[in-house]
């Protein structure tokens, strides 16, 4: 694959020092999604990448809905959407070929297919392409970090580059400095904090090639006791092998062309005919920093955890860290919020990235034994259980994985309103409560994603017609009704906007009651009704992330208000921007 290094801003005196807001080093996934968020939300930033350009191979191989939702809301899903396979189905197979369990999620609450295979650097270069619309994201390859100081209000980064051939230095001075160098990160390293956790010792020979000579889609994780195997259909007729390696095997002889195709002669008529991309051997790790800031350095994607391949899930915990972080640091930017907000990312994204390292390690568990005893026990509960249609799909509609919910961080109880923390489970006596179908708490959880009808458009997705920044989200209501003159101010102030959702039947009554600063949406698919029927939970104050930060009663908008900005450490000073934020276009 050829790569280019970068279309973004590069300043013409490569040798000034600079002085920016965020500096971001690494431009693998994380670094380039955090720095388009960003600059999409108007902020100053340079991203430093010591490598001279993008890496051209690929790592990754998954791409989920959540993350589908970040690239449409950096503007760049066209971008990216060719280099996708929606609906990539897994099937875990034993040593007979028959199907232990098969993954196919059909579920789209988040507005995107739930499973997606993809080619990481074309991906990753949409991304990096994408820099190009912000003045104010500057990107630098062939520049290394080698040194940071931190002082009461910045971090003074010394880099080495390259300067036609020689190595020149200079300093970048920063506000805040996020690290995404991935496993072995500096900045971690400089930080001292400790990076907890597992590393098998089975090894993997990983083998990339172009030109499929399958031809088929989805993925096989092959629990074969004789050898393990991974065989993935990527987009763009690329094929990914991976083999479990043995101990005695030594990473000279598995990579060894005739060893490979003693590996290949079983999935393909003539391996010697395969246009490989590379073959690597590599170590999965499971392991979790012990923080994710210290002061004003902040570390996120691999730097901060590292998981198994098995879920698929490193790039997308990547972006999901960038993600939740962005809008924080905006916001503190802005001088919208104290920096303790900044805690907050540590608080919301352990959990979840800690679950889905554990959840990795359990699967290669399952997929790696080469014991006749301990395989023959594992295909017999297997073929026991799917004799169940309910746990049968629990495994296929892959209910098993663990969705990000927030207890604590910029979230408020229902019940309590009390700020930063969130019980999972609605409690109160009042009729609503006690009648509800569904008394599962939706704070802390992302908001559903369906299609509606506006003035301006129609079946559109909700996120591209309520903005990027807050939203007060009403059901079949007037949200701007529900607050105090004061408590408007300071929703303006932070910059929400306001969003009544109603029945595609009444959306044009209501866009002529409204205000017209109140974007009314018209549900035209019927899920949103019945997602707000379900629950004692019509208003909704919805993150820049698209996380539901409060949920109650119109009556009680006010005091939720108050605690959500509790819970944000809020200083109500003037929006330094428009509120609506919009993307250029790419």
């Not at 971001?24 to 996934?29: K, L, Q, R, S, T």
């Not at 280099?83 to 098969?102: A, D, E, F, S, W």
């Not at 569904?438 to 458009?457: E, H, K, L, M, Y």
């Amino acid at each position: 694959m050829n790569l280019h290094a970068a279309a973004a801003n590069v300043q013409a005196d490569a040798s000034a020092d600079i002085d920016t807001e965020v500096l971001v080093i690494g431009a693998g996934p994380v670094g380039l999604m955090l720095s388009n968020l960003l600059g999409m939300y108007g902020r100053n930033v340079t991203l430093v990448e010591q490598l001279p350009q993008l890496i051209d191979y690929p790592r990754g191989v998954g791409l989920d809905d959540e993350s589908l939702r970040s690239i449409q809301t950096v503007g760049l899903s066209e971008q990216v959407l060719p280099h996708t396979t929606p609906q990539h189905i897994m099937r875990l197979v034993n040593g007979r070929g028959k199907v232990i369990m098969t993954n196919e999620p059909k579920a789209d609450d988040f507005g995107w297919p739930r499973k997606n295979g993809f080619v990481q650097p074309l991906v990753d270069q949409a991304l990096c392409d994408g820099l190009a619309r912000f003045a104010s994201v500057g990107v630098r390859f062939s520049h290394k970090v080698v040194d940071v100081a931190e002082t009461a209000e910045h971090v003074v980064a010394t880099v080495e580059y390259d300067d036609g051939g020689t190595t020149a230095v200079k300093r970048i001075r920063a506000r805040y400095l996020v690290g995404c160098e991935g496993g072995k990160s500096g900045t971690r390293k400089r930080l001292g904090v400790s990076f907890e956790g597992k590393s098998p010792s089975t090894r993997w020979l990983v083998v990339d090639v172009n030109n499929d000579p399958l031809g088929t889609p989805n993925v096989f994780l092959g629990a074969d006791p004789k050898r393990p195997y991974v065989s993935i259909g990527l987009a763009h007729a690329v094929r990914r092998w991976e083999f479990m390696l043995f101990d005695e095997e030594t990473d000279e002889q598995v990579t060894d062309k005739k060893f490979i195709h003693r590996l290949l002669r079983d999935h393909v008529p003539d391996p010697g005919s395969l246009n490989v991309i590379r073959e690597r051997v590599f170590t999965h790790h499971g392991r979790i920093a012990g923080s994710f800031r210290k002061g004003r350095q902040i570390i996120a994607g691999d730097a901060a955890h590292l998981m198994p391949v098995w879920m698929g899930q490193g790039w997308n915990s990547g972006v999901r860290d960038a993600t939740n972080l962005a809008w924080k640091l905006a916001t503190v930017l802005r001088g919208q919020a104290s920096d303790a907000l900044l805690d907050t990312y540590d608080v919301e994204r352990r959990d979840h990235a800690k679950a889905m390292i554990d959840l990795s390690l359990t699967l290669g568990a399952v997929i790696k034994p080469t014991n006749p005893v301990v395989v023959g026990a594992r295909d017999g509960i297997a073929a026991a259980l799917n004799l169940f249609p309910q746990v049968k799909s629990y495994f296929s509609d892959m209910r098993f994985k663990p969705m990000p919910r927030y207890t604590e961080g910029v979230v408020v109880d229902p019940t309590h309103a009390t700020p930063g923390k969130a019980a999972a489970r609605l409690a109160g006596r009042l009729v609503p409560v006690l009648t509800a179908n569904n008394r599962t708490s939706p704070v802390g959880v992302q908001f559903i994603q369906p299609r509606v009808n506006t003035r301006d458009a129609e079946n559109v997705r909700l996120d591209d017609v309520v903005g990027k920044w807050w939203t007060v989200l009403a059901w079949g209501n007037n949200p701007r009704g529900m607050f105090t003159e004061e408590q408007l101010a300071k929703l303006e102030a932070l910059g929400a906007t306001f969003t009544a959702v109603v029945p595609e039947t009444q959306r044009g009554w209501a866009e002529a009651a409204y205000p017209a600063d109140v974007l009314v949406a018209g549900d035209v698919t019927g899920r949103l009704k019945k997602w707000f029927d379900d629950r004692p939970t019509p208003v909704l104050f919805l993150r820049p992330d698209r996380f539901v930060a409060g949920a109650c009663l119109a009556q009680d908008a006010g005091r939720t208000l108050e605690a959500i900005l509790a819970s944000m450490s809020f200083i109500p000073a003037p929006a330094a921007q428009d509120a609506r934020i919009t993307v250029p276009a790419a």
